[in-house]
């Protein structure tokens, strides 16, 4: 090798390696610190959007799940305020079946049908009273249930209706309601036809309550689709994005010896170019 004294060509190559080391061992930390494999776009750039398209399809997706559990709180406050409707026909069915008596007195009848006026009215208030998240329950309009992953392939909606409820329309899933506004107790023969209409009252609630627990179940399937695709999109994403701890600590031991050889290989460089100077002793 032929000895210069205007560049030396070993302490370049030096220095070049130990840059090159430096900046792998900086990349290595990086990870470690963060976690991350993908901290930056050149660290790959490929990976990156892949992972950042999975990211938006989970964030989408949660928010789905979110949409659809709110659906199910709406229906589920729909159901309990009906669950209180029975409660209150069936005490109707016993004030009716009591004034469908003979032996009451007018008076009797008359306290009856007072106690049946004010089931009628509590079921009135249930209906444009009860709301969820401000909004009247028993309004007649249908919810869409939004959901999706981030792409038009990817949406759908779930519709479910909960109807109108009053003493004058009891069974929005029902093809005819039941009307009991104009029932009385006040006779005997008040008494019979108003405990038939009671009766179909009942099985009307029921029937509403069964649609709206349809519609709470089919909510309910699609959080869980939803959930699992959250789960295998954070799995495929996590695939693409996390360091590799194993690896990382032992490049970062690589490194370190390297850097460590790195700086010894410099020095010793710069101090061969030194023995040029003895030729001029």
Known sequence: MSMSILNNISSMQAQNQLEQTSNNLSNVLEQMSSGSRINSGADDPAGLAIANGLQANTTALTQSAQNATDGVGLLQVADGALSQVTTLLNSAVTLA????NGTMSSSQQASLDNEFTAIKAE???IGTSTTYNGSKVFSGATTSVFISDGTSAGASTIDATVGTLSSSSIGFSATSPTN??????????????ALQDITAAIANVANDRGKIGADVNRLQSATNVVNTQVQNLTAADDSISSANMAQDVANMTKYNILQSTGMAALQQSNQTEQSILKLFQ
């Open 97 to 100: 079946t009591e004034a469908s």
């Open 123 to 125: 079921i009135d208030r």
């Open 180 to 193: 009991l506004s104009t029932d009385s107790l006040t006779s005997v023969s008040n008494a019979e036809a």
